[in-house]
């Protein structure tokens, strides 16, 4: 039926033919090309995860919305930032400034309760507004402008910031740079023999405070413990039993010499906390599944990793739902949406809850450390 030519071939022969007649090489070599685009594909998919993922944990500790005394800002996708509240001194003439990643709303307990804002660029440098009307800066000096920059203009490589009695930032070294109302102090006071032992701190990775005078000050480390300085700490705060620590809150209670309190969110999602607990605001040994805390003047609030918020008193957060962040101010909260929107509950005499209107403020980065919490 084939003919002469397959009749007088023996099976080798056979064999050779078909071989001639489909190659195998061909096949061989789709398969050789789908494998390596498949190892092309999944090398770039792992860099990208990487480079995700480092980004976002570094940028773990920027805060894009906060709450202060009667002012709160929101830092926006383009860095770019927006004020509500009370602006009797410049706390919220942030218009003009830009590429801001993370945001601190401040105030001195030391001058009257004043409030001023400080921002963090992505250079690593930082930027301040208020106190623009205060009558003790004005005694010293007529450029507020300048003022901020001959103290806090210089600093660089900054990753985090912290702004309430003193100006704090955390660089990528873990080293802190200190900034402390020097018109108010001097050096022979408690408070700035104790603020000094914050130039000797190392592996920071966080920092708080509190707004009155005096204030105490929280560094959270690397390996999950805290060091704190200020004026009676030992009496008052019992930190050093603490580990495993993942983020730290201290309170910002509404007086000159009022008592604050210090809270510490445990990688396991449970919360500690210590100081005088007024007002049951420091009852969380209870809390599950959090993922965030922050203190308040006389309660605690917590983020849970459902997007909802646990507090230790009722301050209108029940509905809330699918909040990313919050921040606690002297008499009001804040809440960030997944989705860029506000939430806020408190006092809003000064139209510092009118942020419920803002629906675009910039979400935290994704957090390696709630991964695998």
């Known amino acids: 039926m084939f003919g002469n030519e397959f009749e007088n071939m023996n099976e080798q022969n056979i064999y050779e033919k078909a071989v001639e007649i489909k190659p195998r090489k061909k096949k061989g070599k789709k398969i050789i090309i789908i494998v390596a685009i498949v190892l092309v594909l999944a090398i770039l998919a792992a860099a990208a995860a990487f480079v995700f993922f480092r980004s976002a944990d570094a ?23 927006v004020a509500v509240g009370r602006n009797n001194m410049g706390q919220c003439d942030v218009e003009d400034w830009k590429d801001i990643v993370s945001v601190d709303a401040g105030n001195f307990g030391t001058i009257g309760m004043t409030s001023y804002a400080v921002g963090l660029k992505s250079d690593g440098t930082v930027v301040v507004a208020g106190l623009s009307d205060d009558e003790t800066v004005g005694q010293i000096t007529d450029d507020i402008e300048e003022f901020w920059e001959d103290e806090v203009g210089n600093w660089e490589d900054i990753v985090s910031v912290s702004a309430d009695e003193l100006i704090l930032g955390v660089k990528s070294d873990g080293t802190v740079e200190m900034w402390y109302p020097w018109f108010m102090y001097n ?7 104790e603020w000094n032992k914050i130039k000797k701190w190392k592996d920071i990775v966080e920092v708080d405070q509190g707004p009155n005078y005096g204030a105490c000050v929280v560094g959270l480390k690397s390996n999950g413990t805290v060091e704190i300085a200020g004026p009676h700490t030992d009496d008052d705060f019992d930190v050093d039993g603490w580990k495993d620590i993942v983020d730290i809150s201290v309170g910002c209670p509404a007086g000159y010499f009022a008592s604050s309190h210090i809270v510490g969110l445990k990688k396991d999602g449970t919360v500690v906390a210590t100081g005088e607990n007024i007002d049951g605001r420091c009852d969380v040994s209870d809390w599950t599944d959090i993922i965030a805390v922050e203190a308040g003047s006389n309660y605690t609030v917590g983020l849970k990793k459902d997007g909802t918020v646990v507090c230790t008193m009722e301050v209108g957060t029940h509905n809330w739902e699918n909040i990313v962040a919050i921040s606690a101010g002297t008499n009001h909260l804040v809440g960030l949406k997944a989705n860029g929107h506000v939430e806020t509950a408190g006092n809003n005499d000064a139209g510092q809850c009118s942020a419920d209107d803002w629906t675009y403020i910039k979400t935290p980065g994704f957090s390696l450390k709630n991964l695998f919490r």
């Open 59 to 81: 940028n773990d500790n920027y805060v894009t919305l906060s709450a202060g005394l009667e002012c709160t800002l929101g830092v926006c996708p383009d860095g770019t930032v």
């Open 187 to 193: 050096e022979d006071d408690d408070a700035v023999k």
